[in-house]
């Protein structure tokens, strides 16, 4: 089936930590064939190069009506960054109108919902739009309660858990999940997050618009559906913030409820508070980490490193030094790829 065409819009944040969204989808997507970014202060750029250096054919535009003017069958804008709080701001509001008046839908991840907003559905209803809330939470008639069904799954569960949030979770178990099926592992990936289900995940559900009091049930329904109807090798779980970040402290139900036995841990070696903020404390140490997660009953088998404001001879350095302390596999997946994990994940699917 052909992929419906998208644009993204960073609200000129492309190049900063806030896009978490757009680069996911600059990356790959098998729901929408993004074919650009509307951002200012990039615009004229490869947004794959703004992103990591690599060209990947999505231009940089200033504006709903360039990037209609290359692309007139445009169907989709995607909100591609995280606001403070949720909340849309006036400006991307402005642009969000005029993609509505170009006959563009909107996919909104933020948990500020347009059809909550009266004069957004009213413009969408006069132009014959669709308005996407992504976040939305799930009808209680759809919603599941824990069962222990996830008892029944026989494939290694493995959790990607990081030391903070916006370590490059999804990133890394997209990464893992694609060199496994290239390397004839049936791998599958269970999302936890708007932009995994913007990327076309099969199998998962938003963690942070869910209950909490269904967010077990949830991932063991996510998790048993995939291995009923896939048969997978391995299971690989995208992990949300962390175990000890004070502002969404979560990872345990990923441990106890997901019966995640196994755990590929992401720490930014350069990165020495939580969210980079003073005030919420410094981060663990990994060795406290892999502890902590040894008295949940589950085994930390390898490290990945996001190398965020490391030169490249740092990251190498870093790899080195970890694998040399834990004498587990250390992770470039930026600089090197994942592959040098999938050895261990054949011998536990054997």
Not at 108 to 132: Q, S, T, W
Not at 199 to 215: A, C, E, H, P, R
Not at 222 to 232: D, H, L, P, S
Not at 283 to 310: F, Q, R
Request: charge should be negative; glycine fraction near 8%; proline fraction near 4%.
């Amino acid at each position: 089936m052909e992929l419906k065409k998208a644009v993204v819009l960073t609200a000129n944040l492309l190049n900063t930590s806030n896009a978490k969204t757009a680069h996911g989808l600059i990356r790959s997507s098998e729901r929408y064939k993004i074919v650009g970014v509307i951002d200012e202060v990039s615009q004229g750029q490869d947004a794959g190069v703004v992103l990591d250096g690599q060209k990947r054919g999505i231009p940089v535009v200033p504006s709903v009506a360039a990037i209609k003017q290359l692309h007139p069958d445009v169907t989709y804008c995607i909100i591609g960054v995280a606001t403070s709080g949720g909340i849309l701001p006036e400006p991307m509001l402005t642009v969000i109108r005029e993609a509505i008046q170009a006959n563009i839908s909107i996919v909104n991840g933020l948990h500020d919902y347009l059809n909550d907003r009266p004069d957004m559905v009213a413009l969408a209803r006069e132009y014959g739009v669709e308005l996407i809330d992504v976040r939305r939470p799930k009808k209680r008639a759809d919603l599941h309660f824990w069962s222990g069904e996830i008892y029944s799954v026989k494939a290694p569960i493995i959790a990607m858990l990081g030391m903070d949030c916006g370590m490059g979770k999804r990133t890394t178990t997209r990464f893992i999940t694609e060199a496994c099926q290239k390397a004839n592992i049936n791998a599958q990936m269970i999302y936890t997050g708007q932009t995994g289900w913007l990327q076309g995940g099969k199998y998962g559900f938003i963690f942070d618009s869910t209950l909490n009091d269904f967010i077990s049930g949830e991932l063991e329904h996510a998790i048993v559906t995939c291995y009923q109807e896939t048969n997978a090798d391995v299971i690989l779980l995208e992990g949300q913030s962390s175990l000890r970040n004070p502002t969404g402290p979560c990872g345990s139900e990923y441990l106890v409820s997901a019966n995640a036995k196994r755990v590929i841990l992401v720490h930014a070696p350069k990165r020495i508070f939580f969210h980079e903020e003073l005030d919420w404390g410094k981060i663990p140490s990994v060795e406290s980490e892999i502890e902590l997660i040894k008295m949940y009953g589950s085994e930390v088998i390898a490290l990945a490193l996001n190398t965020g404001d490391c030169t490249r001879e740092e990251a190498f350095e870093f790899q080195q030094y970890y694998e040399t302390k834990l004498g587990i596999p250390v992770l470039l997946p930026l600089e090197e790829g994942v592959e040098k994990i999938l050895p261990l994940l054949k011998s536990l699917t054997a």
